[in-house]
Nanobody, 115 residues
């Protein structure tokens, strides 16, 4: 079992920045991939960014150049740095882990971009 706890969401103005954190209950060396997804009201959950154990990253096209995913193995934590935020980035952001073929999800953290 892997438990994931997100933090760092909140209200930010357009053009602002936020950093989300996802703390895992286990050594993230053992987790093949960790990532962030988001779900806006009335929309399907979508990929934001993924990072593998080897450090490879993948981003959704609309986030490239604005969002950066990183991991701190010593802290068992994955981060999502979000810059140049837009109103359309408003959503619940979920942390995801893929370990031994199983998916694990956090409870989500709300990000609201509004003036």
């Amino acid at each position: 079992q892997v438990q994931l706890v997100e933090s760092g969401g909140g209200l930010v103005q357009p053009g602002g920045s936020l950093r989300l954190s996802c703390a895992a209950s286990t050594n993230i060396f053992s987790i093949y991939a960790m990532g962030w997804y988001r779900q806006a009201p009335g929309k399907q959950r979508e990929l934001v960014a993924v990072i593998t154990t080897g450090g490879s990253t993948r981003y959704a096209d609309s986030m490239k150049g604005r969002f950066t995913i990183s991991r701190d193995n010593a802290k068992n934590t994955v981060y999502l740095q979000m810059n140049s935020l837009k109103s359309e980035d408003t959503a619940v952001y979920y942390c995801h882990a893929l370990k031994d073929g199983k998916s694990y999800w956090g409870q989500g953290t709300q990000v609201t971009v509004s003036s």
